[in-house]
């Protein structure tokens, strides 16, 4: 791991840095900057980073005008006794940048018998706030994890499409299972794409596109929501920005132009990830359905990833409704087939409107002729979800 103590190791990093940041920002394409506190430190070092505006952090996340937009800077945090991710955070603020709430890098998968080094890089460490050992006065919270890892060599990484909130560490499928009540919210990482000296580039772009594409014609279900992330490392920059070993900015520029064809044909779109999250929010309002889970690959089942338990067995209630805003009637699907439903219509005053008792039998279609334009409510359970009249 780099100590950026040096100036002779920090700037040639620093500056290909800087290279990769303008590529993105010229390209319309999303950087999520996670920093170790000794990058950090070097900034703070090596640029004056506390005094000055033009130093690469603060540069990289004021980039395009709008603070954050382009480049978000998240905090990263290995095993130490010196410092917690909160003291990251602390340090990322002092160089003119805001540290965002998203955490990379983690341990989910609990191995038997189990490393000593598992439970400092939990993943459970971050759902309560953690304060600075530096800094006691600053608290720092997570609200989105990514990256699911098991511990080196990897061989058990989760690569999953969507958001949900991990249940526990019982196992790899307690993981998976979602918990409405957790404080942290787990953004999956797609198929787990890396840029190294040796990923066949080529291989990657065609899988990219592959997994686009099945998003696309229908070979993925559309009641999911779908995300990922393409992966470089800072040790992978080169040794120097005039002949490096292996010229990323260079890959960068390729692999993001390879991805924006499919922007340019509505199969992506670039977010960081906190955009990320509040597109899934607004995706969750507007379909009635409170997390997504799909594993890269995965065409055989939509089955549950995990057997449902009672925190599960509450949400059965669960369902789609389409189209919303709708004109003369709103359909149903997602609930339990053969089983009896009450549903209601609520307005904004609190009123029922209409009750009606179905058996569900794979879709459920509800008149909304009657209803004068505005805003309502239908209410299956313990489920509510919003409806536009037009």
């Known amino acids: 791991m780099e100590t950026y103590t040096g100036a002779s190791v920090y700037n040639p990093v620093k500056d290909t840095l800087k290279r990769i940041v303008e590529i993105v920002q010229a390209k319309n394409a999303k950087y999520n900057m996670q920093l170790m506190p000794n990058f950090v430190q070097g900034a703070l070092t090596h640029q004056s980073a506390a005094s000055t505006n033009?130093?690469?952090?603060?540069?990289?996340?004021?980039?395009?005008?709008?603070?954050?937009?382009?480049?978000?800077?998240d905090p990263r945090y290995k095993t130490t006794n010196l410092y917690n991710i909160a003291d990251v955070?602390?340090?990322?603020?002092?160089?003119?940048?805001?540290?965002?709430?998203?955490?990379?890098?983690?341990?989910?998968?609990?191995?038997?018998?189990?490393?000593?080094?598992?439970?400092?890089?939990?993943?459970?460490?971050?759902?309560?706030?953690?304060?600075?050992?530096?800094?006691?006065?600053?608290?720092?919270?997570?609200?989105?994890?990514?990256?699911?890892?098991?511990?080196?060599?990897?061989t058990n990484d989760a690569n999953n499409f969507g958001v949900w909130k991990p249940r526990g560490k019982t196992d790899s499928v307690?993981?998976?299972?979602?918990?409405?009540?957790?404080?942290?919210?787990?953004?999956?990482?797609?198929?787990?794409?890396?840029?190294?000296?040796?990923?066949?580039?080529?291989?990657?772009?065609?899988?990219?596109?592959?997994?686009?594409?099945?998003i696309i014609n229908g070979t993925y279900p559309s009641n999911k929501f779908y995300n990922g992330h393409v992966m470089i490392n800072f040790k992978d920059f080169g040794t120097s920005t005039i002949t490096p070993s292996f010229q990323m900015p260079i890959v960068v520029s390729r692999v993001i132009d390879s991805i924006n064809v499919m922007v340019a044909q509505g199969k992506i779109e670039w977010k960081t990830i906190t955009q990320k999250h509040n597109t899934f929010l607004n995706w969750s309002s507007n379909t009635g359905i409170a997390y997504s889970q799909w594993r890269c690959?995965?065409?055989?089942?939509?089955?549950?990833?995990?057997?449902?338990?009672?925190?599960?067995?509450?949400?059965?209630?669960?369902?789609?409704?389409?189209?919303?805003?709708?004109?003369?009637?709103?359909?149903?699907?997602?609930?339990?087939?053969?089983?009896?439903?009450?549903?209601?219509?609520?307005?904004?005053?609190?009123?029922?409107?209409?009750?009606?008792?179905?058996?569900?039998?794979?879709?459920?279609l509800v008149d909304v002729t009657d209803l004068n334009s505005g805003i309502y409510y239908l209410k299956i359970g313990s489920n509510t979800r919003k409806i536009i009249k037009n």
């Open 54 to 73: 033009t130093d690469i952090i603060e540069y990289a996340y004021k980039i395009g005008g709008v603070p954050g937009a382009v480049v978000e800077i």
């Open 89 to 154: 955070s602390y340090s990322i603020n002092l160089t003119g940048a805001s540290s965002s709430s998203n955490v990379g890098g983690f341990v989910y998968l609990q191995t038997n018998p189990g490393p000593a080094n598992y439970s400092a890089g939990d993943w459970l460490n971050y759902t309560n706030p953690i304060t600075s050992l530096s800094a006691p006065s600053y608290t720092w919270k997570a609200n989105i994890i990514w990256g699911a890892g098991s511990l080196p060599p990897h």
């Open 174 to 214: 307690d993981f998976y299972c979602h918990n409405p009540s957790q404080t942290v919210w787990l953004q999956g990482n797609g198929c787990g794409w890396v840029i190294t000296p040796t990923t066949n580039i080529n291989n990657m772009i065609s899988e990219i596109r592959s997994e686009a594409t099945k």
């Open 297 to 364: 690959g995965q065409t055989n089942s939509l089955s549950a990833t995990c057997n449902m338990t009672g925190l599960e067995e509450r949400n059965k209630e669960s369902f789609v409704l389409y189209p919303n805003p709708a004109s003369n009637s709103i359909v149903i699907k997602g609930l339990q087939n053969n089983t009896t439903y009450t549903i209601e219509i609520i307005d904004a005053l609190g009123r029922i409107l209409k009750t009606q008792k179905i058996l569900f039998l794979n879709e459920e």
